[in-house]
C-alpha cells in the first residue's frame, strides 16, 4: 500500500507535467489483440450505449464483434466506481446515470510504458477528494489493468473505494443477459481455493456468459483489505459496503454464487486520510473463454505506472480543480 503527501507547489509540478503530456477530450480509445474499450469523461471504461463498452477477442486476432461480443453496450451499460467516508455517503461515477465527480482533465499516454494507456483525473462536486485513474495494458495482455489514486482534500475518516461492473456478453438478440456469477476460483471443486492456480473469494470474482462461456473477472491482491460481491441490482450499485460484504449474495446458496443478470465489484477498506494524503489501490479486470482461462496479471501490484509520476501529475492537475471548485463557491 502507498500513502503520500500533496506537494505545495502543485501548480508548478502541473507545468512541468504539461510539457511531456497532453490532455485530450474524452472519449478515449484503446485497442488490443484481445480487447477494445474506451474511458468515458466519468473516468468508466464504456460511454453509454455508444460501442465499443468493453469488447473481448478471446482468440487474440484482434476481431471485435460489436453485435454480440460486448460486455458493456448491451441493455444498462453500467460499469463504475464510489468512494465513501464517515463523512459523506457513496458519491462517484457511473457510464449509466448520473454522477458526482467532475472530470478535470483525460490525458492519452499510449505508446510509452504501456500500448494502451490512458489516465483520468476527477475531483469530487462535494469538494472532499480528488482521483486519478490509470488504465493501461498491453497489446498482447488479455486484462485491463487500473490504478486509482484517491486524495483527500480534507480530513477523511472511514474511507472506501469500489469499482463494478453489469456484464453481458451473451446479451443480443436471442441470447440472454443472464451470467453465471461466483465469488473465488476453485478449479477443482473442493471449497478450499488454496490449490495451485486457484483464488480466493476476496481476491477473485467472475461472470461468464450462460450461452457463450465467454468470462469477465474482476482481481486484486491488494494489502488493503478487500473483497468481491455480487449483487441484484445488476446495473447501478458504487457503494462500496454492498461489495465489502460480499454482496446480496454472500449469505445465499453456497455463499459464493449466482446465476442471473446481476453486478459485480471489488470494495477496498482505506481508512483514515488526512487533509492532502494520497493512496494508491491496483486491480484488475481480466478475460478468458472461460472462467479457468482468464488472464491473471503476473504482479499487479509492480506493473502500475511509477507512484511519483501518478501523484505528481495528478495532483498537480488537481490542485487546480480544487481552486477552480473553490472559487466557485466563493461566488
Not at 453496450?73 to 465513501?84: H, M, Q, T, W
Not at 467532475?102 to 504501456?114: A, H, N, Y
Not at 472532499?128 to 484517491?150: K, L, P, W
Amino acid at each position: 500500500m502507498i500513502k503520500t503527501k500533496k506537494l505545495a507547489l502543485a501548480s508548478v509540478v502541473l507545468s512541468a507535467m504539461l510539457g511531456t503530456t497532453t490532455a485530450t477530450a474524452a472519449p478515449v480509445f484503446m485497442q488490443g489483440d484481445y480487447l477494445w474499450t474506451q474511458v468515458s469523461d466519468d473516468g468508466t471504461l464504456g460511454d453509454y450505449t455508444n460501442s465499443p463498452g468493453l469488447i473481448h477477442d478471446p482468440t487474440g486476432t484482434g476481431t471485435f464483434d460489436t453485435a454480440t461480443g460486448d460486455y458493456l453496450s448491451p441493455g444498462i451499460p453500467f460499469e463504475g466506481f464510489g468512494v465513501s467516508a464517515d463523512q459523506f455517503s457513496t458519491v462517484g461515477n457511473r457510464n449509466s446515470s448520473s454522477d458526482s465527480v467532475s472530470q478535470v482533465s483525460i490525458t492519452d499516454l499510449s505508446g510509452g510504458t504501456f500500448d494502451n494507456h490512458v489516465r483520468w483525473v476527477g475531483t469530487a462536486d462535494n469538494g472532499m477528494f480528488d482521483i486519478v485513474h490509470d488504465f493501461f495494458f498491453n497489446d498482447s495482455d488479455e486484462n485491463v489493468n487500473i490504478s486509482t489514486v484517491i486524495t483527500a482534500t480534507t480530513d477523511l475518516t472511514g474511507v472506501s473505494f469500489s469499482r463494478a461492473i453489469d456484464p453481458d456478453p451473451d446479451n443480443y438478440s436471442g441470447g440472454s443477459a443472464a451470467t453465471n456469477n461466483e465469488r473465488g476460483l476453485d478449479l477443482n471443486n473442493d471449497g478450499d481455493y488454496d490449490d495451485a492456480g486457484e483464488l480466493s473469494q476476496s481476491d477473485f470474482i467472475s461472470a461468464s456468459g450462460v450461452i457463450s462461456g465467454l468470462t469477465i473477472g474482476m482481481f486484486s491482491d491488494s494489502a488493503y483489505t478487500h473483497n468481491t460481491g455480487i449483487v441484484g441490482d445488476c446495473c447501478s450499485v458504487i457503494d462500496p459496503a454492498s461489495y465489502l460484504s460480499g454482496g446480496d449474495y454472500a449469505a445465499v446458496a453456497f455463499g459464493y454464487d449466482s446465476s442471473a443478470d446481476n453486478g459485480i465489484g471489488l470494495g477496498f477498506e482505506i481508512g483514515d486520510l488526512t487533509a492532502g494524503e494520497s493512496v494508491s489501490i491496483s486491480y484488475a479486470y481480466v478475460f478468458g473463454d472461460t472462467v479457468g482461462t482468464v488472464d491473471i496479471p503476473d504482479d499487479p501490484t509492480t506493473s502500475v505506472p511509477l507512484p511519483a509520476s501518478v501523484f505528481m501529475f495528478g495532483m498537480g492537475l488537481m490542485g487546480l480543480g480544487a481552486m477552480n471548485l473553490r472559487k466557485r463557491f466563493a461566488k
